[in-house]
T-cell receptor
């Protein structure tokens, strides 16, 4: 069965610090998809990135970057020069190609607090 | 393009009552997913509907049910409410049925059971 673990339940940083959110996953599928979502206080989950299991290229989008390593089953998320607006709960999620539909298995989330 | 809309945004019920939550997906999206986010329990998959049919359900009792209408909107019904049903109920929609499709979430319906 699939599983996603976000060991850091809460992280507090000061603005402009870099911060990395860890995500470790378990799956027996060879084809799977990994996601990161952001949940601000409003509650709505905001999609940040999707990665498929065949694409281990790291990705950078502005201050956000993602490091996908199949060898360690990790998909970590780094925010460079954090800002107060980055304060939110961040979820890592997994879906398996062998399952019809897109039932995401979520990690427990990491609450990031960025202080001015 | 309008996003996923959910109603009501907040509601308070008492134990034993019944509740109906509503979700309108993004135009063109045929799949609707329901998730429960209870305090301390993270995000749990509840139900998946596509083309009017229930395709899959998570590990929840039968008093959690729903349906999808011809216009792809969906309802989630919870009967015989219990205190532990207090949670944020999130609806999401997607265009296709594969694991590659991105789910777009609504802002949720926050249910409090007293």
């Amino acid at each position: 069965a699939q599983k996603v673990t976000q060991a850091q339940t809460e992280i507090s940083v000061v603005e402009k610090e870099d911060v990395t959110l860890d995500c470790v996953y378990e799956t027996r599928d060879t084809t799977y998809y990994l996601f990161w979502y952001k949940q601000p206080p409003s509650g709505e989950l905001v999609f940040l990135i999707r990665r498929n299991s065949f694409d281990e290229q790291n990705e950078i989008s502005g201050r956000y970057s993602w490091n996908f390593q199949k060898s360690t089953s990790s998909f970590n998320f780094t925010i460079t020069a954090s800002q107060v607006v980055d304060s939110a709960v961040y979820f890592c999620a997994l879906s398996e190609a062998s399952n019809a539909g897109n039932m995401l298995t979520f990690g427990g989330g990491t609450r990031l607090m960025v202080k001015p | 393009e309008a996003g996923v809309t959910q109603s009501p945004t907040h509601l308070i019920k008492t134990r034993g009552q019944q509740v109906t939550l509503r979700c309108s997906p993004i135009s063109g999206h045929t799949s609707v997913y329901w998730y429960q986010q209870a305090l301390g329990l993270g995000l749990q998959f509840l139900l998946w509907y596509d083309e009017g049919e229930e395709r899959n359900r998570g590990n929840f009792p039968p008093r959690f049910s729903g349906r999808q209408f011809p216009n792809y909107s969906s309802e989630l019904n919870v009967n015989a409410l219990e205190l532990e049903d207090s949670a944020l109920y999130l609806c999401a929609s997607s265009r296709g049925m594969t694991g590659a499709n991105v789910l777009t979430f609504g802002a949720g319906s926050r249910l409090t059971v007293l």
